[in-house]
């Protein structure tokens, strides 16, 4: 039986020593001999009997490993599943990674997996519908490990988002498990962070209310949905992760139209001040991933106030006021989870493993 063990002193198939880039030849002693199959991009050489690819850009030397929990169909991959041991930090691996899934990393953008990172080594999850199918091994650079940002102090002003925070997670964690693939909950912005991305364009920067909402919590992208999310009018706006907040705005000027194309517009101008599509100085923080948005108001009419929420719809032209401020906006989301309308987490928690 075929074992695998990675720990702090280094990482073993068979009792042979790995290291990567991996010589085939050292493969070769741990597993025996392989199926070798030449892609136009990289080689692959594959055990089949016992479940294991290894991925070679030059054909001499693997860059990374593949462990199969399924058979699949493509002419490289092994025709049956791993059936041996993998030992992790001294454990087996998917009881470590039931009981340590807070330590898992996002290793890229929209990754709902993450992956344990050990001695300069990753094992990423590969899940389809909730069930693990495959692992993913491969070296992983220093500079690239999940570094622990220093948390930046909150501005005096705006420390009642701290309370808000823990009241909106607690409440979330009610509904939804921390477990879950879409539970995108990162640590707070770090002043790295707000220096690289919170000047927008020209003097639009992000506003010190959501630099001081982000300094508390931050969120992951996912490509799917995310629990971290605000019910607005029987539809769901996800928080936008701080630093793509820039290339959402960016979303919104693409749309704006040229002066003798402008269609009539329903807009309490007292309030909201637009003469386009969108006015440029609306923060957008929240996707409905349809075009819509929620935005935080830096430039409100003349009975406006700054930093009310405007929803902003795509296809209607709709810009209506959803809540006067952004704890507003929270506090109605914590007082809706409370009440019972959950309704936008029926998806997430339909995909719960």
Same mark, same amino acid.
């Given at each position: 039986?075929?074992?695998?063990?990675? &720990?702090?002193?280094?990482?073993?198939?068979?009792?042979?020593?790995?290291?990567?880039?991996?010589?085939?030849?050292?493969?070769?002693?741990?597993?025996?001999?392989?199926?070798?199959?030449?892609?136009?991009? %990289?080689?692959?050489?594959?055990?089949?009997?016992?479940?294991?690819?290894?991925?070679?850009?030059?054909?001499?030397?693997?860059?990374?490993?593949?462990?199969?929990?399924?058979?699949?169909?493509?002419?490289?991959?092994?025709?049956?599943?791993?059936?041996?041991?993998?030992?992790?930090?001294?454990?087996?691996?998917?009881?470590?990674?039931? %009981?340590?899934?807070?330590?898992?990393?996002?290793?890229?953008?929209?990754?709902?997996?993450?992956?344990?990172?050990?001695?300069?080594?990753?094992?990423?999850?590969?899940?389809?519908?909730?069930?693990?199918?495959?692992? &993913?091994?491969?070296?992983?650079?220093?500079?690239?490990?999940?570094?622990?940002?220093?948390?930046?102090?909150?501005?005096?002003?705006?420390?009642?988002?701290?309370?808000?925070?823990?009241?909106?997670?607690?409440?979330?964690?009610?509904?939804?498990?921390?477990?879950?693939?879409?539970?995108?909950?990162?640590?707070?912005?770090?002043?790295?962070?707000?220096?690289?991305?919170?000047?927008?364009?020209?003097?639009?920067?992000?506003?010190?209310?959501?630099?001081?909402?982000?300094?508390?919590?931050?969120?992951?992208?996912?490509?799917?949905?995310?629990?971290?999310?605000?019910?607005?009018?029987?539809? &769901?706006?996800?928080?936008?992760?701080?630093?793509?907040?820039?290339?959402?705005?960016?979303?919104?000027?693409?749309?704006?139209?040229?002066?003798?194309?402008?269609?009539?517009?329903?807009?309490?101008?007292?309030?909201?001040?637009?003469? %386009?599509?969108?006015?440029?100085?609306?923060?957008?923080?929240?996707?409905?991933?349809?075009?819509?948005?929620?935005?935080?108001?830096?430039?409100?009419?003349?009975?406006?106030?700054?930093?009310?929420?405007?929803?902003?719809?795509?296809?209607?032209?709709?810009?209506?006021?959803?809540?006067?401020?952004?704890?507003?906006?929270?506090?109605?989301?914590?007082? %809706?989870?409370?009440?019972?309308?959950?309704?936008?987490?029926?998806?997430?928690?339909?995909?719960?493993?």
């Amino acid at each position: 039986m075929t074992k695998i063990e990675l &720990s702090k002193n280094g990482f073993q198939i068979n009792s042979i020593n790995i290291e990567f880039p991996i010589d085939i030849t050292v493969l070769k002693q741990a597993l025996g001999d392989s199926r070798h199959i030449q892609k136009k991009h %990289n080689h692959v050489y594959t055990w089949d009997d016992q479940g294991i690819m290894a991925f070679s850009k030059e054909g001499e030397k693997a860059e990374s490993l593949a462990i199969e929990f399924e058979v699949r169909e493509y002419d490289y991959c092994a025709k049956n599943i791993f059936s041996g041991q993998f030992i992790f930090d001294g454990q087996q691996l998917f009881d470590y990674y039931e %009981n340590n899934k807070n330590q898992l990393v996002k290793l890229f953008k929209g990754d709902r997996s993450g992956a344990f990172i050990l001695n300069g080594i990753s094992v990423w999850f590969d899940k389809e519908d909730g069930k693990i199918t495959s692992l &993913s091994i491969s070296a992983r650079e220093e500079e690239e490990e999940k570094i622990q940002k220093e948390k930046v102090p909150l501005d005096q002003e705006f420390k009642a988002f701290e309370p808000l925070w823990q009241e909106w997670i607690a409440e979330i964690n009610k509904i939804v498990s921390t477990n879950n693939d879409y539970y995108n909950l990162t640590e707070g912005i770090s002043e790295e962070d707000i220096k690289n991305h919170s000047i927008i364009e020209d003097e639009i920067t992000i506003p010190p209310a959501l630099l001081n909402f982000y300094k508390v919590q931050n969120v992951d992208y996912d490509a799917v949905t995310a629990v971290f999310q605000f019910g607005v009018n029987n539809w &769901s706006y996800d928080l936008i992760p701080f630093e793509d907040i820039q290339e959402e705005w960016n979303s919104i000027q693409d749309l704006q139209f040229d002066e003798d194309d402008l269609p009539d517009q329903e807009i309490d101008f007292e309030k909201i001040n637009t003469d %386009n599509y969108a006015n440029p100085k609306w923060i957008p923080f929240a996707t409905g991933r349809n075009g819509d948005y929620l935005v935080f108001d830096t430039d409100p009419a003349s009975k406006g106030k700054f930093g009310q929420i405007i929803e902003l719809q795509n296809e209607s032209w709709s810009r209506d006021i959803v809540a006067e401020s952004l704890e507003e906006l929270i506090q109605n989301e914590i007082n %809706n989870l409370k009440t019972g309308k959950t309704e936008h987490f029926d998806f997430i928690i339909g995909k719960e493993s």
